[in-house]
């Protein structure tokens, strides 16, 4: 019996997730401060998902306004300050980065939840400051990025530090 449910638990953890809008980067501690904290979510389907209301709904505060959109393939920047986030990346579109969130990003890690209109919970996810969780991001230049869109976002081993710059923000 036990045999059987430790089997049971391995699929359940390595079930596919369902959602194509998924948490894929998170910049939670700058070198440079608050202001140049980010969120990005990614459409890994193969079809535009309009994000109208869809929020997130723990870590900070932020609704999509209306005919907010992700393509096939693309991606959604939520940051603390627009100015600060084109500042340090000034390569990223404008039609990227859809808003302002309120509050901050907890430097000693917590759950950011991504919620759609319905506020259903789509995903959600809790990073960390502490091992195993990657310390080049806590301060040191580097963002968390998800390594593998159709793993669990919670799991520790499917995250990594970004390359980190020659010059940090």
């Known amino acids: 019996m036990t045999r059987t449910l430790g089997a049971l ?17 998170i910049m939670y501690h700058p070198v440079s401060g608050e202001r140049f904290e980010f969120v990005e979510l990614v459409n890994d389907g193969a079809a535009d998902v309009v994000l109208d ?3 997130l709904t723990q870590g900070v505060d932020f609704t999509f306004p209306p005919e907010s959109v992700i393509g096939p393939g693309g991606f959604a920047i939520i940051c603390g300050s627009r100015a ?8 990223v579109f404008s ?6 969130y309120e509050g901050r990003l907890d430097n ?3 759950r ?26 806590d301060g040191f230049g580097a963002s968390l990025e998800r390594l593998c869109l159709t793993s669990a976002a919670d799991r520790s081993e499917n995250w990594r530090a970004s390359p980190v710059p020659a010059d940090p923000e």
Do not use: H, K, M
């Not at 638990?9 to 980067?25: K, Q, S």
């Not at 600060?84 to 390569?91: K, M, N, Q, R, W």
């Not at 990073?127 to 991001?137: I, T």
């Open 9 to 25: 638990a391995v699929l359940l953890a390595c079930a596919p997730v369902v959602a194509d809008v998924r948490i894929g980067e």
């Open 53 to 55: 209301d869809w929020s």
């Open 84 to 91: 600060y986030f084109f500042s340090a990346y000034p390569e």
């Open 95 to 100: 039609a990227f980065v859809f808003g302002e």
């Open 108 to 110: 000693g890690g917590e």
């Open 112 to 137: 950011l939840t991504l919620a759609d209109a319905d506020d259903q919970v789509v995903e959600t996810v809790r990073y960390d400051d502490n091992p195993p969780w990657e310390f080049l991001a």
